[in-house]
């Protein structure tokens, strides 16, 4: 754990760039003009290329060099960006994302896409002056810029800026040495200097900009154009200005400095996940701690004790929401890629399909999200694959050609609510009832809810593409989608219209780190019960106890509900308490009672996995550590309401 | 032949003494608190808190189809460390009494006989003689990956895993 590999640094980096290199392209091919865009992707492309050469990524400098030349000229105007260019660009930088990761690459690979490059850049004979204005008259413009201090130590070099500017035409430098500092204060490594240019130019306020573009972010520049009614023939005198314009000057180079230092408070660390994680243990243990603590500080007389008891509770709550947030990330980067995907999938089955992003600022947990990404692969595929129509087939139906995906993200209490909507054909029910006879799942003519027959579709080994195509049909199933969102402890809705399309709703926790639970007794032992799943709890009379003897079923509300006595499927072997609960836990839609012998409380839980021995013993999904140091299995839900559904069918058919 | 020697814990079970290579032993804890695990094995019938980390408890009486007698005032946790399906994990073992650290060199053990043995010769790494006595060095990773469920047991009870 000492250091970090510099090489796995710069593939973090090289992921990062080449992530807002492909998230500009797939703007670009939006909004071809957009300067913006355009640097930014420019801009990528030269960190990686330099950064890549630095850590002996030759091939991958080289690759990245020609692009860079060929993304030059779209920046400099003299080529637009046509979808031609920026579809070979982005398969460049699939390219370049090989080489970064180390992954093998065909031979000859680079030089082909280069040579498509090439010709793209060639084919793209727009007229150069649409892009650039028609030579305008020279305009004269006052430039001042000056370096962050330890700019010359990160490497920027002030002289070919200075260079790049005399380029753009006549220039007259003065250099500003007022911030450079007395003699025995003076670190040579830093830079003190402050330069102004009167530039006289037919080039635009861009062309001044570009100049600048890598150093931006950390330098303060200031650009004004001089009007004719200015004095032009004495300009340093100007300048130099009266001792209150100078004043002016300075007060609002501070105020630049200013906005320097609020955007660096706005600057990252990476971070290894790993160290994250190994974080969040200790703040693990210190929750388990600090409830023994609690515990022992209630039990006592001493009120210094107990004070600081409560102290520590504070502290360790806060420090865990505090640990929480730090390892929330944005959905954008779950969001983000399947920009790329729908690009790509509207070639793959020539269906226009429009992407739309919603709550991408929504946060989750960064082990979330990162197993959230394949079932939301697949889930957008099949809005993509099945659920779209082809143009002609929409335009035939009424609808707009392009059909609408959207992902939309929003926070509701400790869950994240995530829709995948589609405005397609909506799920073919008649088809869904035939496959799913012909698999066995049903029975013919056996009567459902649109719901159930809806959710046959997570049913294992139920796909209801006719043909498989490249894009679904991979042997993953919906029900690999459905088991991979309840391993986060999240549960899958689908709902569907004919004809207007489907909308598949997942909820998933914020964090599978630390949950609140319902603490409860069965037998000697001591269970947790996620709280999420928890709809409430109701006391089983011993009337209703004995009389359910024959059948597990209470009526809450004028609804059955199956139960389960967890002493018998637990084998505790002890005898009922009299006065036992029922905790009605649900999925979302189905519901459950488990009867318990006591009900003891909430519990902040910090959800500790069980050894490679206990793992598989579906009834549990974890284990923590209680205030007296003893532990609790925390109840795996969906699987005891899975138990109690087969249960009471098997109730239906003795019955 | 190798001549190198061993470091190793002996402790009891049942009357028989085992040792357990000293460099796997993480701690001996007196009785600890367990939580049991409803359905799963009765070899690793129980779960303990070690130190802030939930880690299996493991009982060998059960793999060398031992009876299982009461803990008495002598009953310990040998907490190892040992890896279980390809990760390093932390697991406790029952010991009706733990003795000391001894040295164990090569040529006092012996290759485990075909026959003369009661237990599941492939559960037991070598034996070791010492003072006319038998000392068993019991092959943990074959116990861990049969789950400790000896022939007999395995066609009782089938498992619970999926």
């Not at chain 1, 579709?457 to 593409?465: C, K, N, Q, R």
């Not at chain 1, 049909?473 to 199933?477: K, M």
């Given at each position: 754990m000492s250091g970090l590999d510099p090489i796995e640094t710069f593939r973090q980096e090289a992921q990062e760039l080449l992530e807002q290199v492909e998230q500009g392209l797939l703007d670009l091919a939006h909004r071809p003009g957009d300067r913006d865009l355009i640097d930014a992707v420019f801009r990528g492309l030269h960190t990686l290329k330099g950064s890549g050469a630095m850590f002996g990524f030759d091939a991958l400098a080289a690759f990245t060099h020609h692009c860079e030349t060929a993304f030059d000229r779209v920046r400099k105007g003299e080529v637009p960006a046509t979808p031609r260019l920026v579809a070979c660009v982005l398969s460049a930088q699939d390219h370049m994302r090989a080489l970064a990761e180390g992954r093998p690459v065909e031979p000859g690979a680079g030089e082909a896409l280069l040579a498509d490059l090439h010709a793209a850049v060639e084919g793209g004979d727009a007229p150069v002056g649409a892009a650039e204005p028609a030579a305008p008259d020279a305009r004269k413009w006052k430039i001042r810029f000056s370096l962050p201090a330890d700019a010359l130590v990160n490497g920027a070099r002030p002289l070919p800026l200075l260079d790049e500017l005399r380029d753009l035409g006549d220039c007259h430098v003065r250099v500003v040495t007022d911030d450079v500092p007395m003699l025995e204060d003076l670190v040579p490594t830093e830079c003190h200097l402050a330069w102004e240019v009167l530039l006289t130019t037919p080039h635009g306020r861009d062309a001044i900009d570009d100049v600048f573009i890598f150093v931006i972010d950390e330098m303060t520049l200031e650009v004004e154009e001089l009007t004719a009614s200015r004095d032009l023939d004495n300009p340093m005198a100007e300048a130099a200005g009266s001792p209150s314009a100078v004043k002016a000057e300075k007060s609002t180079e501070t105020a630049a400095a200013q906005d320097t230092r609020a955007a660096k408070s706005g600057e990252t660390v990476r971070v290894p996940a790993e160290r994250l994680d190994e974080m969040m243990d200790r703040v693990g243990e210190l929750v388990i701690a600090q409830s023994r603590l609690k515990q022992l500080a209630s039990s006592s007389l001493d009120t210094a004790l107990r004070a600081v008891a409560e102290e520590i509770e504070r502290l360790a709550a806060e420090m865990r929401d505090t640990m929480m947030v730090v390892r929330m990330v944005p959905v954008i980067q779950l969001f983000g890629r399947f920009r790329r995907l729908i690009h790509d999938l509207q070639n793959d089955t020539g269906k226009k399909i429009d992407l739309h992003i919603e709550g991408e600022t929504t946060e989750l947990d960064k082990t979330v999200i990162e197993r959230l990404a394949d079932p939301l692969v697949h889930l957008v595929r099949n809005a993509a694959d099945h659920g779209l129509e082809t143009p002609e087939q929409r335009l035939a139906a009424g609808k707009p050609e392009a059909g609408v995906i959207r992902l939309s993200a929003v926070q509701s209490g400790a869950e994240v609510l995530i829709t995948i909507t589609d405005d397609g054909r909506g799920v073919d029910r008649d088809r869904v009832r035939a496959k799913a006879e012909e698999n066995g799942l049903i029975t013919p003519g056996q009567v459902l809810t649109d719901n159930e027959l809806l959710n046959l579709?997570?049913?294992?080994?139920?796909?209801?593409?006719a043909t498989i195509t490249n894009l679904s049909?991979?042997?993953?199933?919906m029900d690999v989608v459905k088991k991979t969102i309840e391993g986060l402890r999240g549960s899958l809705d689908i709902t569907s219209n004919p004809g207007q399309g489907s909308v598949v709703s997942l909820r998933i926790p914020l964090t599978l780190a630390i949950i609140d639970g319902l603490l409860i007794r069965v037998g000697a032992s001591r269970f947790v019960i996620p709280l999420a799943n928890v709809e409430e709890c109701v006391e089983l009379s011993p009337a209703q106890d004995l009389r359910s003897t024959g059948r597990s079923l209470i009526t809450l509300r004028d609804e059955l509900v199956p139960f389960i006595r967890l002493r018998e499927q637990f084998k505790t072997g002890s005898a009922p308490d009299p006065h036992q609960k029922i905790v009605v836990v649900s999925t979302g839609q189905d519901r459950v009672g488990l009867v318990v012998d006591q009900i003891l409380g909430d519990h902040q839980t910090v959800i500790k996995p069980l050894s490679g021995f206990h793992a598989d013993i579906g009834a549990f999904s974890g284990a923590t550590i209680l205030g007296d140091g003893g532990v609790a299995l925390i109840l795996d839900i969906p699987t005891l309401v899975h138990l109690g559904q087969r249960h009471d069918a098997q109730m239906r058919v003795a019955g | 032949m190798t001549q190198h020697a061993i470091e190793a814990l002996t402790f009891d079970l049942q009357g028989e003494t085992f040792a357990l290579e000293a460099g796997l032993v993480r701690e001996v804890l007196d009785l600890l608190p367990e939580t049991e695990v409803p359905g799963a094995p009765p070899f690793v019938g129980a779960v303990i808190n070690f130190r802030g980390r939930i880690i299996p408890l493991v009982d060998l009486r059960v793999a060398f189809e031992m009876e299982r007698g009461d803990p008495t005032i002598d009953t310990r946790i040998v907490v190892i460390e040992h890896p279980l399906d390809g990760e390093p994990a932390l697991i406790g073992l029952r010991a009706d009494k733990v003795h000391e650290v001894t040295t164990i060199t090569h040529e006092t053990t012996e290759d485990v006989p075909r026959i003369g043995l009661r237990w599941r010769t492939d559960f037991i790494r070598r034996l070791a003689r010492r003072d006319g006595d038998l000392i068993v060095i019991p092959d943990l990773d074959q116990i861990f990956a049969a789950r400790g469920q000896t022939a007999s047991v395995t066609s009782l009870h089938p498992t619970q895993a999926r």
């Open positions: 579709i997570f049913a294992p080994g139920f796909s209801t593409a049909g991979r042997g993953v199933g | -």
